[in-house]
């Protein structure tokens, strides 16, 4: 292997370590306003990229809304004392976050008030 050939593929070794790292994603939500929805959890997936949780809502006109909320990725959740079990189907809790800017009934939490009236945060502020 000559000196062009090992340069070429030391670079594509650092390119394709790299990638992983850009491939991560942010939320597309819209930081400008806090939303809270209230509602009975249906479904809880514990799992990455994001633990996500399914809530039954119901709206002000007595119909019912689906949505999910979910926070980071598992450890940073379980730093803050998250576990699979905090919530689970039946809950009736109050998650707020940001929702997705196009609309999407989808939240990035900052934290929920469980049944028993605990605030639990998602990260660390």
């Not at 919530?87 to 109050?94: A, F, L, N, W």
Request: no cysteine; proline share 6%; charged share 20%.
């Amino acid at each position: 292997m000559n000196k062009t050939m090992f340069s070429s593929a030391i670079v594509i070794a650092v390119l394709a370590a790299a990638l992983p790292i850009s491939a991560h994603h942010s939320w597309p939500v819209d930081m400008s306003k806090l939303v809270t929805v209230k509602g009975t959890v249906t479904e809880v997936m514990w799992e990455n990229p994001h633990p996500m949780f399914t809530l039954e809502v119901r709206t002000s006109d007595a119909k019912t809304e689906k949505w999910t909320v979910g926070g980071p990725a598992i450890n940073r959740m379980e730093a803050n004392g998250w576990t699979p079990k905090t919530m689970k189907p039946g809950d009736m809790i109050t998650g707020i976050g940001y929702q997705f800017g196009d609309g999407q009934k989808i939240i990035r939490l900052e934290k929920v008030v469980l049944p028993d009236g605990k605030e639990m945060r998602v990260y660390a502020r």
